[in-house]
């Protein structure tokens, strides 16, 4: 058990890291897509989510590795302070998108199908 709470900062420093230049590469290609309304809105909330959870994940791994504990715990606050707030505005995004495609006539673009009653 050991082993693993004294490799767990340096995974996580690395997922943060790879998760916030992977958010940072989509929010890129984002800018220069020809998007607009929602769906922009929409990704670029996507993005932005994956940049807070890949902070949040560097600042838990910095307060492992310093043995600073209120880093550590004010990290897993506020990550998941702003998980929440963005799923929320990505799923209220995400209906306006599919609402917006379902009144043209077409299909919404979307990760996951989800089934509606």
Known sequence: MHVIWSVFPFISIAAGVVLTAY????????RRAPVE???????????????????????????????????VMLSLIIGGQELLETSIMAAALNDEVRRRAE???????????????
């Open 37 to 71: 309304g929602p769906r922009r809105a929409l990704d670029l909330v996507r993005s932005f989510r994956a940049v807070l959870v890949g902070l949040a994940l560097i600042g838990v791994g910095a307060g492992i590795l310093a043995d600073i504990g209120w880093l």
């Open 23 to 30: 958010a940072l590469r989509l929010h890129d290609a984002f």
């Open 103 to 117: 009144t043209e006539g077409r299909v919404a673009p979307s990760h996951t199908q989800h089934a509606r009653a």
